[in-house]
Each structure stands twice: as structure tokens, then as C-alpha cells.
């Protein structure tokens, strides 16, 4: 399972933006952020670091390896 697409919809979805307009506030093309909305491609770190900055959420979030309230999710 491919955690980060799932929390990447989910933040998107939940924020109540249009995602051109989080591209433009996030300064990435919309193409970028399709293909990471689909899994065709994976962020970098940098591109992490932006993304949780943006949606107020840990790295560790985004990667599904902790949940919403903080706590480590243990490794299958």
C-alpha cells in the first residue's frame, strides 16, 4: 500500500482548496503534483519538506510511518 499517495488525497481533499491553487501557493506545477496524487512518481526530500510544511503535518505522516496523533506506526 502506498501510504503517501492515500495521505496526499486525503490532506488535498481536506484542505478545501482547488489544487491549482495549491500548486501556485506550493510554486510546483499542477503535472507534478498529479503524478504524486497517482504514485507515477515519489517527492523528493525537499519536495517532502514542502509538503508537510504546507498541510501542518510531519514527513513521518506523509510516509504512513505515524498517524494523525503522532504515534510510530510499527514497521510489517
Not at 496524487?37 to 517527492?43: F, S
Not at 517532502?48 to 498517524?67: H, K, Q, R, W
Amino acid at each position: 500500500m502506498n501510504f503517501f499517495v492515500t495521505r496526499l488525497n486525503e490532506l488535498i481533499v481536506n484542505c478545501g482548496k482547488p489544487q491549482i491553487e495549491i500548486c501556485k501557493e506550493l510554486g510546483i506545477y499542477k503535472q507534478k503534483l498529479s503524478r504524486w496524487k497517482t504514485g507515477v512518481t515519489k517527492p523528493n526530500l525537499d519536495d517532502l519538506i514542502l509538503l508537510a510544511t504546507y498541510f501542518n503535518v510531519s514527513i513521518d505522516y506523509l510516509l504512513g510511518l505515524e498517524d494523525e496523533t503522532g504515534t510510530k506506526n510499527k514497521l510489517n
